[in-house]
């Protein structure tokens, strides 16, 4: 991997004390924005570029709760989402949860029985099992997530999937994801780690489960009525299901984020498992163009970068088109050597191959 150059990504001190600067899950960049979350809260944050046009760092953060914007599952408003992708198109940013269930880690001073019975603990989070689609306006000229806006005598809402629309929910009866549904995310269970948006497709890139080697990427068509403008429904493919599946060669690894990138889409990948590395950044070929459920390999799809990685740290999670053929990539985890003496992350600005 070869660095093009690097960023400063300067938070507030109470995201720093949140560790959303060492959680990053996801970011997207929107002009002279970065949006940016972490997988251990319930918000979004936003970053201003300090230049717009050759930006040395993004700051000035603003967080944003989902639960002012929508209406979250969970009885704790600020429960962690595990927000794990967010998506900027037309009028609208993007963000959906991992809906993973997780297992009790074992730590340093658990032994013994007491050790084994935290393994077996299995859970939830209801904030985890959102797909919201948040407006955004400008404000005092800067891009800001509303709750509503008119456009063109359009109202356009903060909406969410909800009901019998819940994404766990629609995979019950699949043959090829709803076994995995009661298993943890890091077991190699349903994980929703990237989400990429063009036109009226969404996509949902999954982290696992990896099934003989090949990822899959859920492809979702939502819409809103008039009656209902804050809940977003799902359009029937033509088999009647309310998503159509691809899987993916990515070399035995699952997806950690999706990016559009024209008609094509950039795909994060790494361990589904809680191992450290390979990560690898790949190219879906005309993705947006699909018309049918797809087996993506052979020339369909192209390794585009190999990325580094630590040993329990520096793991890739989130990446974004950053103009002139170069991606931008954060971590989670970050190696010692991102976090500045004066409280700012480093993240990577990378060349893609043309």
């Given at each position: 991997m070869t660095v093009d150059h690097t960023v400063r990504l300067r938070f507030s001190d109470d995201s720093r004390a949140a560790a959303t600067h060492t959680n990053l899950s996801a970011v997207r960049r929107d002009g002279p924005v970065l949006w940016i979350?972490?997988?251990?809260?319930?918000?979004?944050?936003?970053?201003?570029?300090?230049?717009?046009?050759?930006?040395?760092?993004?700051?000035?953060?603003t967080?944003?709760?989902?639960?002012?914007?929508?209406?979250?599952?969970?009885?704790?408003?600020?429960?962690?989402?595990?927000?794990?992708?967010?998506?900027?198109?037309?009028?609208?940013?993007?963000?959906?949860?991992?809906?993973?269930?997780?297992?009790?880690?074992?730590?340093?001073?658990?032994?013994g029985p007491k050790a084994l019975k935290r393994l077996a603990r299995v859970e939830g989070q209801d904030n985890r099992q959102i797909l919201v689609r948040l407006p955004v306006a400008d404000v005092g000229g800067v891009p800001t997530p509303v709750r509503e806006k008119v456009v063109d005598g359009v109202v356009h809402r903060a909406a969410a999937l909800s009901g019998r629309d819940d994404l766990r929910r629609m995979l019950r009866d699949?043959?090829?994801?709803?076994?995995?549904?009661?298993?943890?995310?890091?077991?190699?269970?349903?994980?929703?780690?990237?989400?990429?948006?063009?036109?009226?497709?969404?996509?949902?890139?999954?982290?696992?489960p990896v099934l003989r080697g090949w990822a899959f990427v859920l492809e979702l068509r939502p819409y809103v009525t008039p009656d209902a403008p804050a809940r977003l429904r799902l359009r029937p493919f033509e088999d009647g299901r309310p998503y159509r599946k691809h899987v993916l060669d990515l070399d035995g690894l699952g997806v950690r984020d999706l990016c559009p990138d024209g008609d094509d889409l950039l795909v994060l990948?790494?361990?589904?498992?809680?191992?450290?590395?390979?990560?690898?950044?790949?190219?879906?070929?005309?993705a947006a163009r699909t018309g049918m459920p797809s087996v993506v390999r052979g020339e369909l799809i192209s390794r585009e970068l190999e990325l580094s990685f630590g040993e329990g740290d520096d793991h890739a999670e989130g990446l974004s088109t950053y103009g002139d053929d170069r991606i931008l990539v954060v971590y989670d985890s970050p190696a010692l050597s991102r976090l500045t003496a004066d409280g700012a992350v480093i993240a990577d600005v990378l060349r893609l191959p043309r």
């Open positions: 979350a972490g997988d251990e809260t319930a918000t979004v944050e936003r970053l201003l570029a300090d230049n717009p046009d050759k930006p040395a760092e993004f700051g000035e953060e967080r944003f709760r989902l639960a002012d914007l929508v209406d979250l599952p969970g009885a704790d408003a600020d429960e962690e989402a595990d927000v794990e992708g967010l998506a900027r198109t037309g009028h609208f940013l993007w963000a959906v949860g991992s809906h993973s269930l997780r297992r009790k880690q074992i730590r340093g001073h658990h032994d699949d043959e090829h994801l709803a076994p995995f549904l009661p298993i943890p995310g890091k077991d190699n269970g349903l994980d929703i780690e990237g989400i990429a948006v063009r036109d009226d497709r969404v996509y949902l890139g999954l982290r696992g990948a790494g361990p589904t498992m809680a191992l450290d590395g390979p990560v690898r950044v790949y190219r879906w070929h005309d």
